[in-house]
């Protein structure tokens, strides 16, 4: 197939794997901080094809991951409202909140439901009046643009039963957050269809003020091991750049169109993530123009933290934050597995524990 | 065992597995290894029974219905099991209000399927529920045939060997894809048609050879996958497959590749995954060929002596990864 073929072309994976090999004089660790990257380089086994001075690191890059257990908390709140039809996206389902999850509480009779997209929220909203159906909106600027539409079309179709509960972010205030935590990393792998709608000017301020490399990666074998290369050469030379490696999706400028519905609909605004804590500027909040679909400002919540509750055993947070790796957990592939997550890595397909179990079992 | 069921518990994956063994199988007084269909013995004739609800939604999607599928079903799961399906029963549970134009289509279905493969719909039962209480239409079929002679080995494995070949009778995951299609949950139109077919002359061209067959089962909700992890757990051998030889239609690979989905654990309903000896496996691969059904078929692996259980998939980029049950439902990218 077109765009998929020349991309997992075994002699090219090979050449660069020669060339990785030569070029690695030194010692690199490189944080990949998107969830289809960190499927994608362990489900092509790009590890086993690096040498061992070259590692790779999954950081933050699991919208369902990053999603705090407060937010969890907060929408089996709202699931047991009366009226209520929770929408998500289908993994959210599955994340262990303090006391139960989405998935357990709609065994219980909770209307809680699995869509693709948020306007497919939008149409049960359409579809069920007398209902209030919440979206709860999860993920980086990849899926954000789809919320904001859904929210812009609500308001002007007069869709009132419509609303979201915000839990968007975006990513490079976490990237950010990581560099400042100190761990060790000397490049960025940088996410692939979050950079089609931010282009690659969102990174830039990483390798400028950081110095650390910033390649924008593509989702194939020879995109990601390119890209590691691309990052190699920049450490060498002692020249950091961010540079776009998949350039068959992903401008300087990203999609302008996209970026113009979310800044129609959403305010920055400081927002936790499971493992980081609260990052300022690095939520997107629904606007007062649109508070009529706002799930904050519509439903009243109890107030939350002091019944929230993690198993402290679970070391998310850390893989999370690139300080451990999943196999590190003693809970990994025992207690912890994908048919009975304890945490969220390992409940999400783009989750770092998930990978790892899935693909490699033994580290 | 959990507390509650949820809808993992039926996904076809690695919870359901759970569900029958501690629940149901401990109770009936069930043994492994479970198979499409049971084989009993009456008066000296072996008698392969199946049975199978069908719930679906959309009731109709591209290249078949509810009814269709109920039929195609039943009949795969006794062929898949060395039997010629010769007789099915079929329960209705209906929703009040059901348009009985839309009753009458899947009847018609049943009716036309039923004929194809050769059997008869011979009883039936039908139960009408208040709104709400169940959607739209429910359908259990129930299969009865006869085995053929020297094939009631087929579906418990126990004649496989290291060495033998996998055969699969055409491409990978079009069921799944047509019904998200027809369920709107794509976000744009596909042309990809279910494969929604029965099995069983397919099977008897296969049978008729007279090649050893040492293993069939049809690959439903789980998808191929699951069937080959079933496999190696039943057999305590190792399988391997190469990925590019697992034939996937470019439409399925298309959406697959957009949606963050593996084909290989996406739904079917007109394939079937046969092990045969390497010595066979150029006739059966002709016979399978001659059918419609099969005329995209390919030899996708090989069971090796490795006896660590495992599925292992030779990956396009020259390594290997394991192939592990899927847990619950594939889901979208949204990363």
């Known amino acids: 197939m077109k765009y998929i073929d020349e991309y997992r072309d075994i002699r090219l994976i090979r050449a660069l794997e020669k060339t990785i090999r030569r070029e690695a004089i030194g010692s690199y660790i490189f944080m990949e901080v998107c969830g289809g990257h960190t499927a994608a380089i362990h489900r092509f086994g790009i590890p086993s094809l690096l040498p061992p001075n070259v590692t790779l690191l999954s950081g933050p890059g699991c919208p369902v991951c990053v999603t705090p257990v407060s937010t969890i908390d907060r929408t089996i709140e709202l699931a047991s409202q009366k009226d209520v039809i929770i929408t998500s996206f289908g993994d959210l389902i599955r994340v262990p909140g303090s006391v139960s999850s989405l998935e357990k509480e709609k065994a219980h009779g909770a209307d809680v439901r699995i869509v693709f997209s948020a306007l497919e929220a939008l149409e049960i909203a359409r579809a069920s009046k007398g209902k209030k159906v919440i979206f709860l909106g999860i993920g980086f600027e990849t899926t954000a643009p789809g919320t904001a539409a859904a929210i812009i079309k609500a308001k002007e179709s007069g869709i009132r039963n419509f609303f979201v509960l915000s839990a968007h972010k975006i990513m490079p205030p976490a990237m950010e957050a990581i560099i400042c935590d100190g761990t060790e990393i000397n490049g960025f792998i940088c996410p692939g269809h979050v950079s089609t709608i931010t282009g690659s000017k969102g990174f830039r301020f990483i390798s400028e003020k950081y110095n650390l490399g910033c390649v924008i990666s593509g989702f194939e074998p020879v995109d990601i091991m390119m890209s590691v290369l691309m990052l190699i050469k920049q450490v060498n030379n002692h020249k950091f750049l961010t540079e776009i490696q998949y350039s068959r999706a992903v401008t300087v400028e990203g999609n302008l169109k996209a970026q113009k519905i979310m800044d129609e609909v959403f305010t920055l605004a400081s927002n936790e993530w499971r493992g980081l804590g609260t990052i300022e500027r690095s939520g997107l909040k629904i606007n007062d123009k649109y508070s009529a679909h706002d799930a904050e400002k519509v439903f009243s919540l109890k107030g939350l933290s002091e019944n929230l509750r993690e198993n402290t055993s679970c070391l998310c947070g850390e893989v999370l934050r690139g300080r451990k790796r999943p196999t590190d957990c003693r809970l990994f592939a025992g207690v912890c597995t994908p048919d009975n997550p304890v945490g969220a890595c390992m409940v999400s397909a783009e989750g770092a524990c998930n990978a790892f179990y899935k693909y490699r079992r033994n580290g | ?335």
């Open chain 2, 1 to 335: 065992m959990d507390e509650f069921i949820t809808l993992n518990h039926g996904s076809g994956g690695r919870l359901t597995g759970e569900l029958i063994r501690e629940m149901f199988a401990t109770r009936f007084g069930m043994n492994e290894p479970f198979t499409d269909s049971a084989i009993a013995n009456i008066k000296g004739r072996e008698m392969a029974f199946t049975t199978d609800s069908y719930v679906i939604e959309p009731i109709f999607f591209p290249g078949g219905n509810i009814g269709k599928l109920a039929v195609c079903g039943t009949v795969n799961d006794l062929a898949v099991a060395g039997a010629i399906p010769l007789y099915l029963t079929a329960s209705f549970i209906i929703e009040e209000g059901f348009p009985v134009k839309d009753l009458i289509t899947i009847v018609e279905s049943m009716a036309q399927e039923a004929k194809n493969a050769g059997v008869k719909i011979v009883a039936g039962d039908t139960k009408v529920v208040e709104k709400g209480k169940c959607d739209k239409i429910f359908i259990t079929t129930t299969g009865a045939g006869v085995i053929r002679d020297g094939c009631s080995h087929i579906g418990t494995a126990v004649k496989v060997k290291p060495g033998d070949r996998l055969i699969i009778n055409g491409p990978v995951g079009n069921h799944s894809i047509a019904v998200m299609g027809a369920r709107k949950q794509l976000s744009f139109t596909s042309q990809v048609v279910s494969d929604c077919a029965s099995l069983n002359h397919l099977i008897n061209r296969v049978l008729d050879t007279r090649c050893e067959v040492h293993f069939m089962r049809d690959l439903t909700r789980g998808g191929l996958a699951t069937v080959l992890n079933e496999l190696s757990a039943m057999t305590g051998m190792g399988v391997e497959v190469e990925e590019d030889k697992i034939p996937v239609d470019e439409p399925v690979k298309g959406l697959c590749e957009m949606m963050g989905f593996d084909p290989l654990y996406l739904a079917n309903e007109g394939k079937v995954l046969i092990v045969v000896p390497p010595e066979e496996c150029d006739k059966v691969m002709a016979a399978i060929r001659s059918e419609p059904s099969g005329e995209k078929a390919e030899v996708i692996g090989i069971i090796t002596g490795n006896k660590n259980k495992m599925v292992i998939v030779k990956t396009l980029t020259g390594g290997t990864r394991i192939l592990d049950m899927h847990s619950g439902i594939q889901l979208p990218r949204i990363c």
